[in-house]
């Protein structure tokens, strides 16, 4: 069983920059990609960013492209997401998700494993 646990999340101001950790303690292997998504109320899942454990290989949703960086701890099993520029339609529950699997997918189907999630709140 994969376990995430995200971290990081608060309210900041439009413009503002903010970092989200996601801890993958346990079963994940250089075999898997670990991503972030994001769902705000009334809105279906949307792909923000995927790290391939394995090469560094990374993904990007087109709404957060140039704004949001992801990187990894392999050894540390850790993704974050560094967001700068943080616009008023950011804001939505962040979930770290892992898939079995080294292309970093921007699918959101494709994740098996989520995280609790971690609420991101951008005032104007």
């Known amino acids: 069983q994969v376990q995430l646990v995200e971290s990081g999340g608060g309210l900041v101001q439009a413009g503002d920059a903010l970092k989200l950790s996601c801890v993958a303690p346990?079963?994940?292997?250089?075999?898997?990609?670990m991503g972030w998504v994001r769902q705000a109320p009334g809105n279906q899942r949307e792909f923000v960013a995927a790290?391939?454990?394995?090469?560094?290989?990374?993904n990007y949703g087109d709404s957060v492209k140039g704004r949001f960086t992801i990187s990894s701890n392999y050894v540390r099993r850790q993704v974050y997401l560094q967001m700068n520029s943080l616009k008023p339609e950011d804001p939505a529950v962040y979930y770290c998700?892992?898939?079995?699997?080294?292309?970093?997918?921007?699918?959101?189907?494709?994740?098996?494993?989520w995280g609790q999630g971690t609420q991101v709140t951008v005032s104007a």
């Open positions: 790290i391939s454990w394995g090469d560094g290989q990374s």
């Open positions: 998700a892992a898939r079995s699997s080294s292309y970093p997918s921007a699918l959101t189907d494709d994740y098996d494993y």
């Open positions: 346990g079963r994940t292997s250089r075999t898997y990609n």
